[in-house]
């Protein structure tokens, strides 16, 4: 079956077996005062537009679908999210994925995640394949000024890079999480740079300055977010606001709920809001508010139990509450205001719908599993809208969405029309549509997850276009007894290197045959001065010795509101330059050894910075 023919047949699956096919009822609890769906008609018509609308995509990280005060959240106040709901659309059943990464991919491509090779978070699984085309590279053919200022997390090196991906401009960090929010160090367009003050509000910053620059062409600045994943960091005046706070709203599972942590997520929520009123607020200054459409969504359910609407799962999960998350677009004199959309939709289907408003082609090389949902934002109740099933997976396990229907990873079926906490399988009052859904997974299964195979893709090194390579610690392999910082590899940098029989290597494939600086970034005790060490790779190698010590303290747990239990803390260091490496074109083992230890312990490692200095 090809994947045009599985993907037709994935947007009819559903509800159609069961005899509440047609209807699209909202749940009680999920209702926010004050919206209503979209009425037939309601819709103001679209009128010819002669220059091309911009667009503004702003993506939360870990935050759950009732971190909202829209959605009913009592424990705090998004007065700017909000206005986005008010003055636009909201969507009631709105789908991404259980995690970072893949949600991401789905977003950038419209195609399931699998397809496009990202499996998993960190060393290299994270990578979006180089063959899948981008929401920005579409918008970029078509004209528009692309802008991305955040957390990427689909690839470091080229030609992952979000600067290879489509966006013209770049300020954030690759990585999937990172260590400290205050003063971070980040990377400007593959550069590395020391942000300004928190981190949020120097993204903000920069998506502003964008903004500012290319207000008088068409732009797409997407801003996703890095909060509120932890570590949990936020500036005093968010803080001072929740530290002491009473939660009239508890988690499903009140029991395992960290108070504090919820306090901090709540916080960082807060600032969040507050930097997105900055962005609302220039567009209004500069005369841009009415030809901008503005989506707001998050990647995933919350990163602890706290309350998300008596929903099941928090992220990792593919049950309803880690895969529901907010999703609110506002478009004025297009969309209609406090416009509500009980149909499901997922992040599968921003790029078609995003590029069908703008009017922007995508002559995609492959076909995609999203759909334009422009009938819907328009034509309300008087949409032609087929019933379709959407699927989530993570780790190999595999749940789907029907209008009314949830089957889950273990073939239960939950009506989550009547059972919004699917807490009671009807697999056995509905067999027929358990049978069709279950037949439906296995399809998706073999279409789909078939070619999604453990990694073996090699760290690119040696572009002209690009020629700074970055190979991280979180993509390199320790031997020896040389440890990571943290468990987690995302912000991690190497450590208790004690013997020359240690190393850590990275899988890498150069490009670009040629000559190559190499710089490796360590830090040194100065009990531990004159260690030399040795990088190599296919045969070719080249030395230095450290001849100075750089021991900075360790930082990240000052600002730290409750006690990290993943990211690694960080600190500074500092480049030792080696001499040239002539490399050949092709894969192999870059090697960082050590060929002497004077000391009691060789040089932390954050990364090894390779740059193309001359090709041949």
Partial sequence: MTNSVCCKLWRRVGLVLAGAALTFPMVGKSAAPGFQPLESGSAK??????????????????????????????????????????????????????????????????????????????????????????????????????GAFGKWHNGTQWPYHPNARGFDEYYGFCSGHWGTYFDPPLEHNGKAVQG??????????????????????????????????????????YWAQYADRELALRGTKAAAEDIQHTRAALAMCACMDANIGRIL????????????????????????????????GTKGSTDEGGVRVPFLIRWPG????????????????????????????????????????????????????????????????????????????EGK??????????????????????????????????????????????????????????????????????????????????????????????????????????EVFYTCAAADVGAMLEVSLGGIRATAQVTEAFNPPLRGAENDRVPRKGESLVKDFKPLRFGPLELKQGRGVLTLSALTKPGTQLPDVRQIVLKLEAGK
């Fill in 45 to 146: 018509a679209m009128p010819d537009k002669k220059v091309p609308p911009n667009v503004v995509i702003l993506l939360a990280d870990d935050q759950g679908w009732g971190d909202l005060s829209c959605h009913g959240n009592k424990n705090l106040a998004t007065p700017q999210i909000d206005s986005l709901a008010r003055d636009g659309a909201m969507f009631d059943r709105f789908y991404v994925c259980p995690v970072c990464s893949p949600t991401r991919a789905e977003f950038l491509t419209g195609r399931y995640h699998p397809r496009g090779g990202v499996a998993g978070v960190s060393t290299g699984q994270e990578r979006l394949n180089t063959d899948e085309q981008t929401i920005a590279q579409f918008f970029k053919a078509a004209g528009y000024a692309t």
């Fill in 196 to 237: 300004r003050g928190y981190i949020i509000d120097d993204l903000t910053d920069h998506a502003l300055a964008f903004i500012e620059q290319n207000k008088a062409k068409p732009f797409l600045c997407y801003v996703p977010f890095n909060v509120p994943h932890s570590p949990m960091q936020v500036p005093d005046k």
């Fill in 281 to 312: 607020q220039r567009l209004e200054e500069l005369g841009l508010r009415e030809n901008t459409i503005v989506v707001y969504f998050s990647d995933n359910g919350p990163n602890g139990q706290r309350w998300n609407g008596g929903m099941k």
């Fill in 334 to 409: 297009h969309i209609s205001s406090g416009a509500r959309v009980p149909q499901i939709a997922g992040a599968i289907d921003l790029l078609p719908t995003l590029a069908d408003l703008a009017g922007v082609p995508v002559a995609s090389r492959k076909p995609l599993d999203g759909v334009s949902l422009k009938p819907l934002l328009l034509r309300g109740l008087d949409a032609d809208w087929a019933d379709r099933t959407i699927f989530s997976h993570w780790n190999r396990k595999v749940s789907l969405r029907t209008q009314r229907y949830r089957l889950d990873t």
């Fill in 413 to 518: 079926l939950f009506d989550m029309q009547n059972d919004p906490g699917q807490t009671r399988d009807v697999a056995a009052e509905r067999p027929e549509v358990a049978a069709s859904l279950r037949t439906a997974v296995a399809q998706w299964r073999k279409d789909v997850l078939a070619g999604l195979k453990e990694t073996d893709r090699p760290f690119t090194v040696g572009y002209p276009d690009f020629p700074l390579t970055t190979l991280p610690a979180r993509d390199g392999v320790p031997h020896g007894g040389v440890e990571r910082s943290a468990h987690a590899p995302n912000c991690s940098y190497f450590t208790n290197w004690k013997s020359t029989t240690g190393s850590i290597t990275w899988d890498v494939a150069v490009e670009t045959p040629g000559r190559y600086t190499t």
